[in-house]
């Protein structure tokens, strides 16, 4: 878990507010992060946007929402060795990214900037 922490905070930080865009030019998205895969795999992680992060646990599958108009960052690792974690990453109800593990132990970060 202190991987995954490391690797959402740095990732955070990577997702700060571009200087070159005017306040309030930004419209807030709502994104869903929807976690797939082996049902049943539990799962740990933490899930949010750089303003703040949200820790999360439970089982396959699952989803989580956020409302954002910066941007989304995701990171979580599998409870246990077997299974297939998967993260989709929906925006406005689209898919834009997904990213996969099926290491023992894995973890699957995702992020994306608006």
Request: net charge neutral.
């Amino acid at each position: 878990m202190i991987s995954v922490v490391a690797l959402l905070a740095s990732g955070c930080l990577m997702l700060a507010v571009r200087p070159d865009m005017p306040p309030g030019r930004f419209s807030e998205r709502t994104i869903t992060i929807s976690l797939e895969g082996t049902p049943g795999l539990p799962f740990e992680g933490s899930y949010g946007t750089p303003s703040g992060t949200t820790s999360a646990r439970g089982v396959v599958p699952a989803q989580y929402s956020v409302k954002t108009s910066v941007a989304v960052v995701a990171a979580f690792t599998k409870s246990v060795e077997e299974g297939q974690l998967i993260i989709r990453l929906l925006v406005d109800g689209k898919e834009t990214q997904n990213s996969s593990t099926s290491a023992p132990y894995g973890n699957v970060v995702i992020q994306q900037r608006f």
